[in-house]
């Protein structure tokens, strides 16, 4: 199994009500999941507790936004071992901001796993687990001119707003372009596993690839650029963004999810 | 024997959109076949069967009488060489020569027969000369010949050419297809071309398929589907212009009977007005 752009694309345009929300809110959600979380304290027992409460907030709008299921573990897949990553070494690292550590097993070659590093690693992993839940969730169901079109209305800076524009445009003709480059690169037996070629061979044939998508990307860069400029572009062009008012359901689900950090904050500091 | 066939071919993008149904199609080895229909009426995801890109939903296609499968797709690629609509797609390697030799070098073939394969292939593109030039310094027309030299250094017994005169001044196309031609009498090559450009049709083909909302509805030579209005109606295509000219000159009276390519057109008309002169003489 593999994911493209197009499988992510196609999530984005299902429709639920957790699509339905104002892509405001659901940045603005998903900002405010972020620094909650980042801001927890480096190694304390709570945080899971708090951090599970959020964690199953998401899984309840991930539930509603009806997001297909491999495609919800082949997206974390990709992304946990990057934290797991981080976070598999912390017992075994003396960390300058803790003054104390208690010793729980010494292991060979002087290694020693203390009590503080292992919290300190379950800690950022279950962070990186709720912020990623949380991009995960704002980037499946939010498309990519609707997340401009959001952070424009939020605020981004015209300049911000055009690059991300042209981003998301160019993007999926480059992915398109790659394809059919592929294709035909199939249709002349080329197989990165290949036994009749050297993996030396391959590896330069997979640069001219790359090597030749930058040329044809300097090249439409230039085509893209005299077509705006004919079309009346300069520094002072604006990116049109209409304009959009808050439904009801989005009010509340933006209160909903501070209700729930406040409470994950508030109440299980009380335990 | 036929050198490719599909049975009751079927295929669904994403079990959602059926971009063919139940195509049978056949081609014998020397034949020169145009498969002519609107754009999406799915020419492309056909040509991507011919060498197992696309594998079907339902149904067969068997190359050489073999249907096509894991084990043998180096040798169906190997058969079938398909030349896509833009030339860019197909060529990325730094130089012109380094992109030909891909194919070869892919098969495995040792280094001296690869040099004689791009030597040949690029003579007979009339492109000797050009192997140290980099593509994107080379015109359409050129682009188009390396592409065609990058499938025929494979030594294909068929080659499939997606829309190959799009995008080619006239002089160019009307080269291109002395081109193919050539390749066909000459090296016997089973030539199938995918194109709306109705006018280069009798030009390319000698038998013509049109294809509607991914099925075969139509197959002949280009006389036979030329003269059945109500398919070119449905295909939202229309007749070569020469055609055109002749069925105007018919509704006017005058007894000409319709031809496709521009030298019947002329006998044709030739016949007429010595005809008529011998009647008024």
């Given at each position: 199994?593999?994911?493209?752009?197009?499988?992510?694309?196609?999530?984005?345009?299902?429709?639920?009500?957790?699509?339905?929300?104002?892509?405001?809110?659901?940045?603005?959600?998903?900002?405010?999941?972020?620094?909650?979380?980042?801001?927890?304290?480096?190694?304390?027992?709570?945080?899971?507790?708090?951090?599970?409460?959020?964690?199953?907030?998401?899984?309840?709008?991930?539930?509603?936004?009806?997001?297909?299921?491999?495609?919800?573990?082949?997206?974390?897949?990709?992304?946990?071992?990057?934290?797991?990553?981080?976070?598999?070494?912390?017992?075994?690292?003396?960390?300058?901001?803790?003054?104390?550590?208690?010793?729980?097993?010494?292991?060979?070659?002087?290694?020693?796993?203390?009590?503080?590093?292992?919290?300190?690693?379950?800690?950022?992993?279950?962070?990186?687990?709720?912020?990623?839940?949380?991009?995960?969730?704002?980037?499946?169901?939010?498309?990519?001119?609707?997340?401009?079109?959001?952070?424009?209305?939020?605020?981004?800076?015209?300049?911000?707003?055009?690059?991300?524009?042209?981003?998301?445009?160019?993007?999926?003709?480059?992915?398109?372009?790659?394809?059919?480059?592929?294709?035909?690169?199939?249709?002349?037996?080329?197989?990165?596993?290949?036994?009749?070629?050297?993996?030396?061979?391959?590896?330069?044939?997979?640069?001219?690839?790359?090597?030749?998508?930058?040329?044809?990307?300097?090249?439409?860069?230039?085509?893209?650029?005299?077509?705006?400029?004919?079309?009346?572009?300069?520094?002072?062009?604006?990116?049109?963004?209409?304009?959009?008012?808050?439904?009801?359901?989005?009010?509340?689900?933006?209160?909903?999810?501070?209700?729930?950090?406040?409470?994950?904050?508030?109440?299980?500091?009380?335990? | 024997?036929?050198?490719?066939?599909?049975?009751?071919?079927?295929?669904?993008?994403?079990?959602?959109?059926?971009?063919?149904?139940?195509?049978?199609?056949?081609?014998?080895?020397?034949?020169?076949?145009?498969?002519?229909?609107?754009?999406?009426?799915?020419?492309?995801?056909?040509?991507?069967?011919?060498?197992?890109?696309?594998?079907?939903?339902?149904?067969?296609?068997?190359?050489?009488?073999?249907?096509?499968?894991?084990?043998?797709?180096?040798?169906?690629?190997?058969?079938?060489?398909?030349?896509?609509?833009?030339?860019?797609?197909?060529?990325?390697?730094?130089?012109?020569?380094?992109?030909?030799?891909?194919?070869?070098?892919?098969?495995?073939?040792?280094?001296?027969?690869?040099?004689?394969?791009?030597?040949?292939?690029?003579?007979?593109?009339?492109?000797?000369?050009?192997?140290?030039?980099?593509?994107?310094?080379?015109?359409?027309?050129?682009?188009?010949?390396?592409?065609?030299?990058?499938?025929?250094?494979?030594?294909?017994?068929?080659?499939?050419?997606?829309?190959?005169?799009?995008?080619?001044?006239?002089?160019?196309?009307?080269?291109?297809?002395?081109?193919?031609?050539?390749?066909?009498?000459?090296?016997?090559?089973?030539?199938?071309?995918?194109?709306?450009?109705?006018?280069?049709?009798?030009?390319?083909?000698?038998?013509?398929?049109?294809?509607?909302?991914?099925?075969?509805?139509?197959?002949?030579?280009?006389?036979?589907?030329?003269?059945?209005?109500?398919?070119?109606?449905?295909?939202?295509?229309?007749?070569?212009?020469?055609?055109?000219l002749l069925?105007?000159l018919?509704?006017?009276?005058v007894?000409v009977?319709?031809k496709?390519?521009?030298?019947?057109a002329r006998d044709e008309l030739l016949r007429v007005v010595k005809?008529?002169?011998?009647?008024?003489?």
């Open positions: 199994m593999h994911l493209t752009l197009g499988d992510i694309e196609r999530e984005t345009y299902k429709k639920s009500p957790v699509h339905r929300i104002d892509g405001r809110i659901k940045i603005l959600i998903t900002l405010a999941i972020i620094i909650y979380a980042v801001a927890l304290p480096r190694a304390d027992v709570l945080n899971f507790l708090k951090l599970g409460l959020i964690e199953a907030y998401l899984l309840v709008l991930i539930l509603f936004a009806r997001l297909g299921f491999s495609y919800l573990v082949f997206r974390f897949m990709i992304a946990l071992p990057f934290g797991f990553g981080i976070a598999v070494f912390q017992p075994f690292i003396r960390q300058p901001f803790f003054s104390d550590f208690t010793v729980l097993y010494t292991l060979p070659l002087g290694l020693e796993m203390t009590r503080e590093g292992m919290l300190f690693g379950a800690s950022i992993f279950a962070k990186f687990v709720v912020c990623i839940t949380a991009v995960i969730l704002l980037s499946s169901t939010t498309s990519l001119s609707d997340f401009v079109a959001s952070a424009r209305r939020l605020g981004l800076p015209k300049e911000l707003a055009l690059l991300f524009t042209m981003m998301v445009r160019y993007l999926f003709v480059f992915w398109n372009m790659l394809g059919r480059i592929r294709t035909a690169q199939k249709t002349r037996c080329f197989d990165i596993w290949n036994k009749n070629v050297t993996r030396r061979w391959t590896l330069e044939q997979i640069g001219y690839t790359i090597s030749s998508l930058f040329i044809r990307s300097y090249e439409q860069g230039e085509r893209t650029y005299q077509s705006m400029l004919c079309r009346g572009y300069s520094a002072d062009a604006h990116v049109y963004v209409s304009r959009k008012k808050f439904s009801i359901p989005d009010v509340f689900v933006l209160v909903l999810t501070f209700c729930i950090i406040i409470l994950a904050q508030i109440s299980l500091n009380f335990l | 024997m036929n050198i490719i066939e599909t049975r009751d071919l079927t295929h669904i993008y994403r079990g959602k959109i059926k971009a063919l149904n139940n195509v049978n199609f056949a081609a014998k080895p020397g034949e020169r076949i145009a498969i002519i229909g609107a754009n999406g009426a799915g020419k492309s995801t056909l040509f991507k069967h011919f060498n197992g890109i696309l594998r079907p939903t339902t149904g067969e296609v068997l190359i050489k009488g073999e249907p096509v499968t894991d084990r043998n797709i180096l040798k169906v690629r190997k058969t079938v060489g398909v030349v896509f609509q833009d030339p860019d797609d197909q060529i990325f390697a730094p130089t012109v020569k380094q992109d030909v030799a891909f194919g070869p070098v892919n098969l495995g073939l040792p280094q001296e027969v690869v040099e004689k394969r791009v030597i040949e292939a690029l003579e007979t593109v009339r492109l000797t000369g050009f192997e140290e030039r980099a593509p994107h310094h080379l015109s359409a027309g050129e682009k188009k010949k390396v592409a065609i030299a990058g499938i025929l250094a494979m030594q294909p017994e068929v080659l499939v050419l997606d829309e190959p005169t799009a995008g080619l001044d006239p002089g160019g196309a009307m080269r291109l297809i002395w081109l193919i031609n050539e390749m066909n009498r000459y090296l016997g090559i089973t030539i199938i071309t995918a194109t709306h450009e109705v006018d280069i049709v009798p030009l390319l083909a000698d038998r013509v398929c049109i294809m509607s909302s991914g099925r075969i509805i139509g197959d002949g030579s280009p006389q036979k589907i030329f003269a059945t209005d109500e398919l070119i109606r449905k295909t939202h295509l229309r007749l070569p212009l020469v055609a055109q069925e105007m018919q509704d006017e009276g007894p009977d319709v496709f390519t521009l030298e019947e005809q008529n002169a011998s009647d008024t003489g």
